[in-house]
């Protein structure tokens, strides 16, 4: 509702013809629409499926070869994600190290182990393993010569075995004529 008693009657005229103005410009762009719609029916219509059936020939093969690719290529991130894991998780390990030997120092009391001292129990870790290795190698050779001895006496057994029934053999051919 307009006020027409702060206007006067060239204030309303005006009024009315922007309102008229705003109807006008409604309808033009209401039928603007309705023609974009009638357009749009239009080429749904002549749609040609033959244009449809040869864009899927054209792009058919390279989805293909994309997605053979994509398998690969899923497993080379996977394989990078995993290395930078490791990656960080050594970073971290190096850090808060580094952060436990700072404290060390801050701290005089507590004691951390050192490198040196890592080394020395592997070496000594190693040192027993190659002992127990050592003595493994010796009872084997044990063994080895042991069961030689015994076949090497066998071995003597069985020609002396086969000399006795070779003699026997020719003694009594020669004592049954």
């Not at 008229?20 to 749609?47: F, G, I, Q, S, V």
């Not at 093969?61 to 930078?84: D, F, G, I, S, W």
């Not at 010796?138 to 002396?160: C, D």
Request: charged share 35%; aromatic share 6%; with cysteine.
């Amino acid at each position: 509702k307009l006020n027409t008693d702060m206007m006067g009657s060239s204030g309303i005229n005006a009024e009315y013809g922007k309102i008229e103005t705003y109807r006008d410009h409604r309808k033009t762009m209401e039928t603007k629409h309705k023609d974009l719609l009638y357009r749009l029916a239009e080429m749904e219509k002549n749609w040609d499926e033959d244009a449809v059936k040869e864009f899927e020939s054209k792009w058919r093969p390279k989805c293909k070869e994309e997605e053979v690719k994509t398998p690969q290529l899923y497993e080379r991130n996977r394989q990078l994600r995993l290395e930078l894991q490791m990656l960080y998780k050594q970073a971290d390990t190096i850090i808060s190290h580094a952060q436990a030997m700072k404290q060390s120092d801050d701290r005089k009391g507590m004691a951390f182990p050192s490198i040196k001292n890592n080394l020395r129990i592997n070496l000594q870790r190693l040192q027993n393993e190659v002992t127990e290795l050592r003595k493994r190698k010796a009872t084997a050779q044990i063994k080895y010569e042991a069961e030689k001895a015994n076949r090497e006496g066998v071995e003597k057994e069985v020609k002396t075995l086969r000399q006795e029934l070779i003699n026997s053999k020719i003694s009594s051919s020669v004592g049954g004529r």
